[in-house]
């Protein structure tokens, strides 16, 4: 069914019949995050540590290969549902090493690097790879990155969607689909076309964006999307500047600092999960609509205020929910001409 909704997608975007792919031949050994992965079968039993990587897997049809999930930000895609219903949640957030390595998993899809790496707070890739156990990292959190500097990690190079392609062409490599990870990403990448297309012949060149993703604490500095980040290529994409100038992936910035950048538009993430105060996006829409400071902004006194769910700011499928979003928004906006 999931195949199914992909190839009709397709179809309505207009997307080419593509050829049919070559079959995987194991063993199988791919690059990934400067380690070699070989596999010599097509896994049968994973676990995925990151929504992304979760969701790729169902789309791409490989859901009864997941025996667990864990670190979600917003609840599963409504397509997804009833296969999700049927994969334990290890835990909401990161789950234990043993909690992982208990579901005896021949594959670990990994979102974010501080999740499992040098200082990985489930476990470090040496210690699941002593128990032959590969771990894949996406490549949009490791690839032109330091995830050692800075609380989410520091940009060395700027965020390319060939990357979060690249995480869906090997997954589908890795488990011998790649005709569905082919056409899988055919799709994409005609909805974030149609998306461009959307705003095209709009004068943005005073248009400016400021991401909030969350705050430890109401009252205190806020986590904002950085410079050559994800959310950052999506205004880039789109032809919108970022206020913020950090390298930092998600740095904190103070709000008068903020205010005085005065962004056109405020994007704030929304989530199901509930780690700090600011998860819960009404909360920051009272915030951004009470505080002495952030209600004077331009953005929040002329509601040009857009909701995205957090995953959408992240690399990951809900991206293009993300991109038709602030198009959208963008397109039926007198800020930009």
């Known amino acids: 069914m999931l195949l199914f909704r992909v190839a009709a997608l397709a179809t309505a975007l207009g997307v ?6 070559a079959p995987t031949h194991y063993p199988l050994t791919i690059e990934n995050c400067a380690t070699a992965l070989t596999f010599q079968h097509a896994p049968q ?24 999930t864990s670190l979600w930000f917003n ?59 590969p771990t894949y990292l996406m490549p949009s959190d490791c690839e032109g990155k330091d995830n050692l500097v800075g609380a989410d990690g520091t940009r060395l190079q700027p965020f390319r969607i060939d ?15 790649q005709d569905r990870g082919e056409e899988l ?16 012949g709009k004068d943005l060149k005073h248009t400016s964006a400021l991401f909030w993703f969350s705050s430890a604490d109401l009252d205190i500095d806020p986590y904002v999307a950085g410079r050559k980040g994800i ?21 904190t910035v103070g709000w008068e600092t903020l205010a005085k950048a005065n962004p056109t538009f405020v994007v704030i993430a929304r989530m199901d999960r509930r780690r700090f105060p600011a998860d819960d996006y009404q ?13 004077n902004m331009d953005a929040v006194k002329n509601n040009r205020i857009i909701i995205l769910d957090a995953d959408a700011m992240q690399a990951s499928l809900r991206l293009f929910d993300g991109f038709e979003t ?4 963008i397109h039926n906006s007198n800020a930009a001409q």
């Open 16 to 21: 080419p019949a593509l050829a049919q792919a």
């Open 45 to 68: 039993r994973a676990v995925t540590i990151g929504q992304a990587g979760t969701e790729m897997l169902y789309a791409l049809g490989l859901g009864d290969k997941l025996v667990g």
């Open 75 to 133: 609840d599963v895609s409504d397509q997804y549902k009833a296969q999700n219903d049927k994969v334990e949640r290890l835990a909401d957030n990161d789950p234990s090493f043993e909690a992982v390595i208990g579901k005896r998993p021949e594959l670990v899809a990994v979102q974010l690097e501080w999740m499992v790496g040098p200082q990985g707070v489930v476990g470090t890739r040496e210690q699941f790879h002593e128990l032959n156990i």
């Open 163 to 177: 990357s979060l392609y690249k995480s869906i062409s090997q997954l589908a490599q890795i488990f011998d689909v």
């Open 185 to 200: 990403n055919a799709v994409l990448n005609a909805r974030l076309e149609r998306s461009l297309a959307s705003i095209k």
């Open 231 to 251: 959310p950052d290529f999506m205004l880039n994409t789109l032809g919108v500047r970022n206020v913020v100038e950090s390298d930092e992936e998600w740095p």
């Open 283 to 295: 909360k920051k829409l009272e915030f951004l609509r009470s505080d002495p400071v952030t209600r």
């Open 326 to 329: 602030l198009a959208n928004a």
